[in-house]
């Protein structure tokens, strides 16, 4: 299936053209994605569901820039990949992706404000300016009032919010949720999901959700169903809009 027509106004942040990544396993090669074209614009909130094993997770792989393809053209922010070496790539994962994972990962000993600041380490921020960015970063997900508490004093819910303000502190231009709801009740999660449309539409940052929950990838604009390497289907409820 190809991929639609780019929505009038926005820039395309990841285009991924024919993209097909396999493995050697125990002899065998193993075709985890078959050929999938893709782009994500700039707003734009889509959710990529599929059961395991339909290669969802090795496609967030490739956006994120941890993986790269075995043959396609796959460029993320003006930038094709395949013309990258590992320092570059890891540039470019710190300069435009912001990650959100399913458990979290925060560090345990380290509290929300430092947590969220701890990228702008990476990118020789200093230590005042980092820590400014990282509370106006906890202040946009709502915990203003959290900045000194480490993870343990946190909920679940809270815990997702200090990662999320944790992706988003590098103001990047895609931000990756591997399955951001599934440590967390229905309730939360479903608040996790209106705060990533919510921010999406305040930074205009791309929001891809992988997931294999329907009723998850239901909140997003956009679904992009994926099964056996391969897009079955791409559903997107704002076709058409201006």
Sequence with gaps: MSAPDPPAGRVPVV???????????????????RGVSLRIHAGEMAAIVGPSGSGKSTLMHLLGCLDRPTTGRLAVDGREVAGLGGAELAAL???AIGFVFQSFQLLARTSALDNVALPLVYRGVGRTARRDAAAAALES????????????QLSGGEQQRVAVA???????????????????????GAEVMALLAGLRDHHDVAVV???????????????????????????DDTAGQS
């Design 209 to 235: 959700v992988v997931t294999h929950d329907r009723d998850v990838a239901a909140a997003a604009p956009r679904r992009v169903t994926i099964r056996d390497g391969l897009i079955a289907s791409d559903v």
């Design 166 to 188: 944790r992706a988003l502190v590098g103001r990047p231009r895609l931000l990756l949720a591997d399955e951001p709801t599934g440590n967390l009740d229905s309730r939360t």
């Design 141 to 152: 997900v709502g915990l203003a009032h959290r900045l000194g508490h480490r993870p343990a």
């Design 93 to 95: 994962r710190n300069d």
């Design 15 to 33: 285009e991924a053209v024919d993209l097909t990544r396999s493995y050697r396993l125990e002899g065998e090669t193993v075709e985890a994605l």
